[in-house]
């Protein structure tokens, strides 16, 4: 897209008319100031009613001599401008060409640069400039303006200005880099998708992707008429595996980890179609509004029986009831503004004496409390009698709402007498005004998305987006993911920083295999079992709704370095051998070209693709892939030397099992589970 303002200067000389001389008309000496007079004085005769008539002593021959001859009028080139297409690509060289109207003989040519990163110009004074576009440190698009002067022998001159608008053009490494951090592990087919666009042009297209649900992908139970908790995680891969909204489903996964429910060990357990509901309410809302999603999330049944305000009542001390604090407490420390006042970049903000300040009390405690009062199952008959709907928001019965008045944050009070649905507005708007709430999940979805211990800075600028999106809306998922990924934190454009990136999630390396290996059954079941027991963690499996990890959580070998690494604390021995044994299981014993016979309902890698690379190309050509697709160009050389050496071992073996033994080492490497 180009934007041309084009401002044409003309320098024109005029000639003057002619004097008068002794036949010119003059009026007489007694005439009034203010009589009117002929401008040209070529009257012909008296008007009626004229106070002041003149004789007519002018004739048409001394007219024309008398007027005098004007000069001709010099005109300046006309000029316009031609740049290339709607897109341009850092460091690309692009010719911007002059279009003259008319006489393009003796024209001299100046053209200069007035705005944006200096570009270096060739033949500036042609019709034609060929520029070198810089390669900016910035995944922002760059304007830089051109200007033209065009003289003609008589000196006169056109300026016009063209700007050109250059966006990035991804390399496959710097691909591979967004796309580790905004999908569930990208395939080389993504990464050479992304590759040549701009970070923006690829979230923006992921941005307006169609939804890729769950609930289609969920199946009764062989020989049964209806799903069981299994048929809920074999979705969940076949919809990870195969969506090409990949950055939604990042998020949502994500948000699965900050909004937890759980199935593992609750009444959950026998409600699969709720909990594809409850994530599938996570995807709907991951580029939605933030306040939408936290009414869905206080809603949804599911939520409601895993922290137990669904079937909350007010209070009635005779029968020993009183309303449940559970939802009240965790919406507030987990979901909203967590435990401690916080500053606009995450740090916490400190009283006279240097302790935290508390973002609440029992006191809004209660208050929450009696708000999620009254609400149940959709459609049930009677309060005593619910639905057991789990797919569709809770209801309200008035009667069982209390009606006493509501103490909220910042000294907000709900009046009594206040309706159930009017009380739950009016409490899940206070919580989302709340100043806290831009920091707190800001930094969340960093650490979720790019790296464990973003600056306050870098925090301050997301939190900042989340409080007004540039348009005046607070709480746009969409715009705060976008400028998650595309802060230089994130791209590491122009900055380096001692501390980058994140521990890679045991089940997210687990699904890069997977998606990379097109992991698939015969029977097209992806039927895992243990995952918790093996990786530590699944989706919505987590042990409490303190999720697997808590985003503040520090290693011995880090308590004094003030720094966090979440992922860490299910890194126990147990779950780091069984992590490390589900690889060799899927990447060894289960590689489908090692296999003479395959059995119908076991999952199998297929590395067809890769071994081709290790067949025509070589083993370097097969590291070179894996530094893309597995890395994201940071395979250090330690790791790439003891791949070399590895392989070594196996020259004498098929081409499936080098492939087998490679990946595996891979996957136990420090670099691949780091994400940098």
Avoid at 278 to 284: G, H, P, S, T
Avoid at 328 to 342: C, K, N, P, Y
Avoid at 348 to 369: M, R
């Amino acid at each position: 897209m180009k934007t041309l303002v084009l401002l044409i200067t003309f320098l024109a000389l005029t000639g003057c008319g002619g004097g008068s001389d002794s036949n010119s008309n003059v009026a007489p000496e007694n005439s009034s100031s203010d009589s009117p007079t002929s401008s040209t004085g070529n009257n012909t005769g008296s008007q009626p009613g004229d106070n002041n008539e003149q004789p007519d002593n002018t004739d048409d021959t001394n007219n024309d001599q008398d007027s005098g001859t004007q000069d001709d009028i010099g005109v300046a080139p006309i000029v316009d401008v031609k740049t290339p297409g709607n897109i341009v690509r850092k460091g690309a060289t692009i010719v911007i060409d002059s279009v003259i109207t008319g006489d393009s003989s003796e024209l001299t040519y100046v053209w200069t640069q007035i705005a944006g990163p200096a570009a270096t110009l060739v033949n500036s004074n042609s019709p034609s400039l060929t520029v070198i576009l810089p390669e900016t440190s910035s995944p922002n698009q760059d304007d830089l303006v051109f200007a033209l002067t065009v003289t003609n022998n008589e000196g006169l001159s056109t300026y016009t200005e063209a700007t050109i608008e250059s966006v990035n053009a991804m390399s496959e490494l710097q691909a591979a880099s967004l796309l580790q951090q905004g999908t569930l592990g990208p395939t080389y087919a993504e990464i050479q998708s992304a590759a040549g666009k701009s970070e923006e042009e690829w979230i923006n297209e992921q941005l307006e992707m169609q939804t890729t649900y769950h609930m289609p992908f969920l199946e009764n139970y062989p020989d049964k008429e209806q799903p069981n908790h299994i048929n809920r995680i074999d979705a969940w891969w076949k919809a990870s595996i195969n969506a090409p909204d990949q950055l939604r489903q990042r998020v949502a996964f994500a948000l699965s980890e900050i909004f937890v429910v759980s199935d593992a060990n609750s009444a959950l357990r026998g409600e699969p179609e709720g909990m594809t509901t409850y994530y599938d309410m996570l995807l709907k809302n991951a580029f939605g509004n933030f306040r939408t999603l936290l009414e869905s999330v206080t809603l949804s049944p599911v939520m409601g029986v895993y922290l137990s305000h669904l079937g909350n009542e007010k209070a009635d001390l005779e029968k020993n009831i009183r309303p449940d604090e559970n939802y009240a407490r965790e919406v507030m420390q987990l979901f909203t503004i967590g435990l401690d006042e916080l500053n606009l970049d995450g740090t916490k903000k400190l009283d006279n004496d240097g302790n935290a300040i508390p973002t609440y009390s029992q006191t809004e405690i209660g208050g929450f409390a009696k708000v999620f009062t009254g609400w149940t199952f959709a459609y049930s008959a009677r309060w005593n009698r619910p639905s057991k709907n789990y797919t569709l928001p809770m209801q309200p019965f008035s009667e069982y709402h209390s009606s006493q008045e509501k103490h909220l944050l910042n000294n907000e009070v709900i009046p009594a007498g206040t309706g159930a649905e009017e009380s739950m507005q009016l409490a899940l708007d206070n919580l989302f005004m709340h100043p806290n709430v831009a920091p707190f999940i800001s930094k969340q979805l960093i650490q979720r998305l790019v790296k464990s211990n973003p600056t306050p800075a870098y925090v301050q600028r997301i939190a900042l987006i989340f409080n007004d999106n540039g348009t005046g809306t607070r709480g746009d998922m969409a715009a705060v993911v976008k400028a998650i990924l595309l802060d230089d934190e994130a791209r590491k454009y122009s900055s380096v920083f001692e501390h980058s990136g994140k521990i890679k999630e045991p089940i997210l390396t687990k699904l890069h295999f997977w998606r990379t290996l097109n992991a698939a059954s015969q029977l097209n079941r992806y039927y895992t079992w243990n995952l918790q027991s093996t990786y530590g963690q699944g989706p919505l499996l987590s042990p409490s709704v303190f999720n697997f990890f808590r985003p503040d959580h520090k290693p011995s070998e880090l308590l004094n370095s003030g720094l966090v690494a979440p992922e860490l604390q299910i890194a126990t021995d147990s779950n780091m051998i069984s992590t490390t044994n589900g690889h060799y299981s899927d990447l060894i014993w289960r590689m489908a070209e090692r296999k003479n016979t395959l059995n119908p309902n076991t999952i199998y890698m297929y590395g067809a693709a890769q071994i081709s690379i290790l067949e025509s190309a070589g083993l370097q050509a097969l590291l070179d892939h894996y530094n893309i697709v597995y890395f994201a160009g940071s395979m250090s050389d330690a790791t790439r030397n003891a791949l070399v050496d590895l392989d070594s071992y196996f020259l004498n073996r098929s081409p499936a099992d080098r492939v087998s033994q490679l990946l595996y080492m891979v996957s136990l490497s420090p670099d691949f589970n780091y994400q940098n």
